[in-house]
C-alpha cells in the first residue's frame, strides 16, 4: 500500500508541480552507478536522437559559443511537453560582447509547426532548423525567427561527443525497473564554430570554438534538480566541460555530477568523479542570492590505457555578465511547469572567468543557478565557510 501511495504522489506532482514527498536517496539511481563498471560510452548518431516525450518534459539541444573574436554566445532549442497535453518549442539566442559596454543580446522566441526528421535526429519549424550531418559530425543551425538575431552557424565536432555511463541517465522512482523520472545529458566537448548570426547592428563573426549539450529532464526540471554546476573551457590545446546538479530534498539532496577533458581526435577522460565547488561567496544584495566569488572546478578519471588524470579550473571570479531572473524571462510554458512551486525564485549568474596566465586565446564559461526555496536564500550566510552557494546550470 505504501509504495502504491508513492506512486500515486510522485505522479500527481509531477503533473501539477506540487512539492514532492520525501523519498529519500535511495528513490534516485545516480549515473554515477553505471560510471562505476563504465565510465563513458562514446556517442553515436542514435544517441542523437530527439526523446520528445509524450509526459511531462523538458528536452534542449545547446549550442555554447565562443568567438575568436571574444564574443560568447548560445543558440538553444528547447522542446517541452507538459503532462502529455501541450508541446511547446522556443528557440533562444544570446550574445555576451567582449567591450563589456555592449548590452547582452537575447531573444526567446516560440515556434510554431515543429517536428524532426524520420530518424529523429533533426529538429525543424517555421523558419528554424537543426540539421545533424549524414556522417553525424556537424551540425547547422539556422533561424530567422527573430529579426534581432538571425542565425546561420555550422558547429563540428573534432573529438568524438560522449555520455557517461551506458546510456547517460540517473533515474528517480522507488522502483527502478519503472522510475517515474530521469536526466540525461550528452556533449560534444570540442568543436570548431563557422557563422554568424545577423543583428541590428551588424553581423558578429563566431568563427572559434564551442561546445554542444543535448540534455533531457524527463520529469518536472525542479522535482529533478534545485541546484546547478556548469563550466565550459575552451582553449587552443583542451577542453573541459563539468555539468552538476542537485536533487531536491525529496531525493535526498544528492549531487549528481559528469563531465570530461577532451582534445581534437580524443576524449581524455570522461566520468562522474568530478567536484565543483563554490570556495567563496560574495552574495547578491539585490536578491539575498549566495552569488559565488570564487570557484574550483575538479575533473579525475582515466584515459583508456587506465593513466589517472586529474584537472582543474579554479580562481576569483570577475564581474558577472549576466543575471537571469529566470521567471521573468523564460516562456510561459516553463512558468506552467514550475507554477506549483511555491516561493520559487530562481535565477541564473552567467560568469565569463577571467583569462588565465595571459592566455587570450583562452575561455571559460561559468553559468550559474539556483532555483531552490526562498528559505535557503535566507541561511546561506550561515554556510558561507562550507564551500556550497547557489550553484551552476544547463
Known amino acids: 500500500m505504501n509504495w502504491i501511495k508513492q506512486q500515486l504522489h510522485a505522479r500527481v506532482a509531477n503533473v501539477a508541480g506540487t512539492q514532492e514527498p520525501i523519498y529519500g536517496p535511495s528513490a534516485i539511481e545516480s549515473v554515477a ?47 517541452s511537453n507538459v503532462a502529455g497535453i501541450h508541446t511547446t518549442c522556443q528557440f533562444n539566442t544570446k550574445i555576451f560582447y567582449p567591450d563589456g559596454n555592449t548590452p ?17 535526429l533533426s529538429f525543424y519549424a517555421d523558419g528554424c532548423a537543426v540539421n545533424l550531418s549524414e556522417d553525424g559530425k556537424s551540425y547547422t543551425i539556422k ?43 550528452a556533449f560534444w566537448p570540442r568543436c570548431n564554430v563557422e557563422g554568424v548570426i545577423i543583428t541590428k547592428d551588424g553581423n558578429v563573426d563566431f568563427k572559434g570554438r564551442g561546445l554542444f549539450v543535448h540534455a533531457l529532464q524527463g520529469m518536472k526540471p525542479h522535482h529533478a534538480a534545485a541546484k546547478w554546476n556548469f563550466v565550459n573551457f575552451q582553449s587552443p590545446n583542451y577542453s573541459a566541460v563539468m555539468m552538476e546538479y542537485t536533487t531536491p530534498p525529496s531525493y535526498g539532496s544528492t549531487v549528481v555530477n559528469v563531465g570530461g577533458l577532451a582534445r581534437d581526435g580524443e576524449i581524455i577522460c570522461a566520468g562522474s568523479a568530478n567536484t565543483a565547488t ?30 589517472e588524470v586529474r584537472a582543474e579550473v579554479g580562481g576569483p571570479l570577475g564581474q558577472r555578465l549576466d543575471r537571469v531572473d529566470v521567471m521573468a524571462e523564460v516562456p510561459k510554458f516553463v512558468k506552467n511547469i514550475v507554477g506549483g512551486v511555491v516561493g520559487t525564485k530562481p535565477y541564473i549568474y552567467q560568469v565569463r572567468a577571467a583569462t588565465p596566465h595571459g592566455q587570450n586565446d583562452t575561455n571559460v564559461l561559468l553559468v550559474f543557478s539556483t532555483a531552490t526555496a526562498v528559505a535557503e536564500a535566507q541561511d546561506w550566510r550561515s554556510r558561507e565557510g562550507e564551500g556550497r552557494g547557489g550553484h551552476l546550470v544547463y
Do not use: C
Open 278 to 307: 563554490h570556495t567563496a561567496v560574495k552574495g547578491d544584495p539585490e536578491n539575498d542570492w549566495p552569488e559565488p566569488g570564487a570557484v574550483k572546478f575538479s575533473w579525475s578519471g582515466k584515459t583508456k590505457d587506465g593513466k
Open 143 to 185: 533561424s530567422a525567427t527573430n529579426n534581432a538575431s538571425i542565425v546561420n552557424l555550422t558547429v563540428t565536432r573534432t573529438t568524438p561527443g560522449f555520455q557517461i555511463g551506458k546510456d547517460g541517465k540517473s533515474y528517480f522512482g522507488t522502483d527502478r525497473q519503472n522510475p517515474w523520472g530521469s536526466m540525461r545529458h
Open 33 to 79: 552507478r553505471q560510471a562505476d563498471t563504465t565510465p563513458y560510452t562514446e556517442l553515436k548518431n542514435e544517441d542523437l536522437k530527439w526523446a520528445a516525450m509524450g509526459s511531462t518534459s523538458v528536452e534542449t539541444q545547446t549550442f555554447y559559443l565562443m568567438a575568436d573574436s571574444g564574443h560568447v554566445g548560445m543558440a538553444q532549442v528547447i522542446y
Open 104 to 120: 547582452n543580446l537575447w531573444s526567446s522566441d516560440a515556434l510554431n509547426n515543429q517536428g524532426f526528421d524520420e530518424q529523429k
